[in-house]
């Protein structure tokens, strides 16, 4: 299994070069301002107004304006190559075309999804020129990991308390908070992209991350408490899985911790799920996965999804479009507005056609193996699966993580295959111009 070593700042691709620092200072600034931007998007995700995610979205195209003026004066530093950059880049220019091409049944939505779709590529974009070496990726790792542990504090904390207040202050006009969504799958989401990360380093590193072992117990607690039946289905199949590949490197021998020291760890983790989940109770969860049809009319939105996607296989009926469209395609008058489809990928085909499908599904798709290969990046695969009765990717307070996490997912292994330093800009001086390597 490869992993996320632990290395000092000295040892990254790179930072030998004397005239690499005021670069990597750039590459900081720009990963703080990304960050700052992935925490406010996801700390507003209760705001119904536009504006939060318009905010959002002005921020990324100015950091990805910015990065490029920088690129263009310095003459371009080398960012990874190969189709799957492209096809992500490829994604809002789909809602333009069917703009321009008048085959949207509403402009106004289109012009929404592709203003959402833009952002999120400029999240995988900014990802990619900000976690170019190891401690770059560690440290945003570690950034995530403790942000989405605050997130499950606050959950934890307003599930009995909140009255469907935000920070016990803001209405959300829902009777239940989980931190600051009102929806627990929506929360769910964000937590099974940040789990495998604190698990990861509890059993690569043992003691010396600690509080990895304590962040995984109370993130696993916050959603069995959340009561999401397939957020709690995939959060132990995370805890499972990751206890299966904490023993693979322990026989290998390439874990850091020590053996008696690792045992407990993998012990320890799920105790520690298990104790949090006696406290926020576990019986809401088990009392859903009681109830009869497990999704409900959730089939029926995918069934009708699924027609659409037949009647306009190429072009779809425009992105964002599934709410406007779907009452022609409807089996039942429901008693409630089906706003999305609740299965992104069959969503997909019915906004877009199977060509979007496949420029959304094909770079996922191609990050499982790596996901596999760093194992701190299998929430995305987990969220991938959710997908197929949610609608994670609209929802830019969960898609936004799930976008820098495959950026950093493809810069791991690009950083894995690629061991030359970094290409420098041109540094002038008093007797010409040189180029550091």
């Excluded at 939060?52 to 690129?71: E, K």
């Excluded at 509403?106 to 900000?130: I, K, M, N, P, Y």
Aim: contains cysteine; positive net charge.
């Amino acid at each position: 299994m490869t992993s996320l070593p632990v290395k000092p700042i000295r040892e990254d691709i790179g930072i030998e070069s004397p005239h690499a620092a005021p670069y990597l200072q750039k590459q900081a600034v720009f990963g703080v301002c990304l960050f700052i931007l992935l925490a406010y998007c996801t700390s507003v995700a209760f705001v119904p107004q536009a504006w939060a995610t318009q905010f959002f979205q002005i921020g990324i195209f100015t950091l990805v304006a910015v990065c490029l003026l920088l690129d263009i004066r310095r003459k371009r530093s080398r960012l990874p190559g190969g189709p799957m950059p492209w096809l992500i880049y490829a994604i809002p220019f789909w809602g333009v075309f069917q703009i321009v091409a008048h085959t949207t049944a509403s402009t106004v939505e289109t012009r929404e999804a592709t203003l959402r779709w833009g952002a999120l590529a400029g999240v995988f974009f900014l990802t990619q020129v900000v976690a170019r070496t190891n401690t770059a990726r560690r440290n945003f790792l570690t950034a995530f990991l403790a942000f989405a542990t605050a997130m499950a504090v606050l959950c934890m904390t307003q599930l009995f308390t909140s009255d469907g207040r935000v920070l016990w202050i803001f209405p959300s006009g829902f009777p239940d908070v989980y931190a600051t969504f009102p929806s627990y799958n929506h929360y769910a989401e964000l937590i099974e992209v940040a789990l495998p990360i604190g698990l990861w380093r509890a059993v690569r590193e043992g003691w010396r991350a600690w509080w990895c072992v304590l962040a995984g117990g109370v993130m696993y607690g916050s959603v069995i408490g959340s009561a999401s039946r397939t957020g709690a289905l995939l959060c132990t199949l995370e805890v499972l899985a990751m206890l299966v590949v904490g023993l693979v490197n322990f026989r290998k021998g390439s874990s850091t911790a020590p053996p008696g020291f690792a045992v407990a760890i993998l012990l320890l983790v799920p105790a520690l799920a298990g104790s949090f989940t006696l406290v926020v109770g576990w019986e809401r969860v088990w009392q859903r996965f009681q109830l009869n049809g497990l999704y409900g009319a959730r089939s029926e939105f995918i069934m009708a999804a699924m027609d659409m996607a037949e009647h306009r296989p190429i072009t779809g009926y425009g992105l964002g479009t599934f709410p406007e469209v779907y009452q022609r395609y409807a089996l039942h008058d429901l008693p409630f507005y089906a706003n999305h489809a609740h299965n992104d990928w069959a969503e997909f085909a019915a906004d877009g056609g199977f060509p979007f499908l496949l420029l959304v599904l094909i770079p996922f798709a191609a990050a499982i193996p790596a996901a596999m290969r760093n194992p701190w990046g299998m929430g995305l695969i987990a969220v991938m699966v959710h997908a197929c009765v949610d609608f994670p990717f609209p929802r830019a307070a969960v898609s936004c993580w799930m976008f820098a996490m495959l950026g950093l997912i493809y810069m791991a292994e690009w950083g894995s295959r690629n061991s030359r330093p970094l290409v420098m800009p041109p540094i002038k001086t008093k007797t010409g111009t040189h180029q550091s390597k």
